[in-house]
C-alpha cells in the first residue's frame, strides 16, 4: 500500500467531500480578505452535486495512510484552441496537517499519471503559496518542459502553466534525460 493514494470519489462520499470543500472555502476566503458568508452560496448552491452530474468532472478524494488528507477536482474541456481536450485542476485542497509532508506531491504526480494528455494548472494572482507549489511541482514533474502564462482576464488572473504528458510526450522526456 502506497502511503498516499488517490481516489475517485464516489457520491456516498458527498459529505466527505463537502466537508473538505467548506474547509478549502474558508481557507481561501481568509487569503483573498473576503468574508466567508460570501462564499457560503458556493458551498451551498449545489456545487458539490455537480461533481458526479457533469461526466467531465472527476472529483478525487486524497487519502494518507488511509486518512482523508485533502481532495481534488479534475476537468477535461476543450481548449481555447479548439485543438483537443485539456484537462484543469480548478480544484485541490490538503489538509493543513498534511502539508509540507510531500502528500500533495504525491497526490498530484498520481492525479497526471492518472489522467494523461495536456494540462492547464492554474492559481489565483493573490496565491503566491500556491503559485510556489505548483511551479515546483509542475517543474520536477515535467524535468522543466512546461510553458507558464500571466491571464488577466475578467473571469481568470493569475499564472496558468501548461504541459503535456501523454504517453508520447512522457516516452520523449524521458528519452531526453
Known amino acids: 500500500m502506497q502511503a498516499v493514494e ?11 467531500m463537502k466537508w473538505l470543500l467548506e474547509l478549502y472555502v474558508e481557507e481561501f476566503t481568509q487569503l483573498k480578505g473576503e468574508r466567508i458568508a460570501q462564499k457560503q452560496m ?15 468532472w472527476v472529483p478525487i478524494l486524497i487519502l494518507y495512510h488511509d486518512k482523508v488528507a485533502g481532495f481534488a477536482l ?40 492518472k489522467f494523461p494528455g495536456r494540462w492547464e494548472v492554474r492559481e489565483s494572482d493573490f496565491n503566491a503559496t500556491g503559485q510556489e507549489f505548483w511551479r515546483n511541482v509542475i517543474r520536477e514533474y515535467t524535468g522543466g518542459q512546461f510553458t507558464e502564462n500571466i491571464v488577466t482576464r475578467p473571469e481568470w488572473q493569475g499564472p496558468v502553466q501548461s504541459f503535456d504528458n501523454s504517453r508520447d510526450m512522457r516516452e520523449q522526456l524521458q528519452a531526453d534525460s
Not at 44 to 55: I, M, N, Q, R
Not at 74 to 87: E, F, K, M, P, T
Open 42 to 56: 458556493f458551498i451551498d448552491g449545489g456545487y458539490v452535486d455537480l461533481f458526479w452530474k457533469k461526466p467531465e
Open 74 to 113: 479534475v476537468v477535461s474541456n476543450s481548449s481555447a484552441q479548439g485543438d483537443g481536450l485539456v484537462r484543469v485542476l480548478p480544484e485541490f485542497f490538503i489538509l493543513k496537517r498534511y502539508r509540507h509532508q510531500g502528500i500533495g506531491k504525491q497526490a498530484a504526480y498520481q492525479i497526471f499519471d
Open 6 to 16: 488517490i481516489k475517485i470519489a464516489t457520491h456516498e462520499q458527498k459529505p466527505v
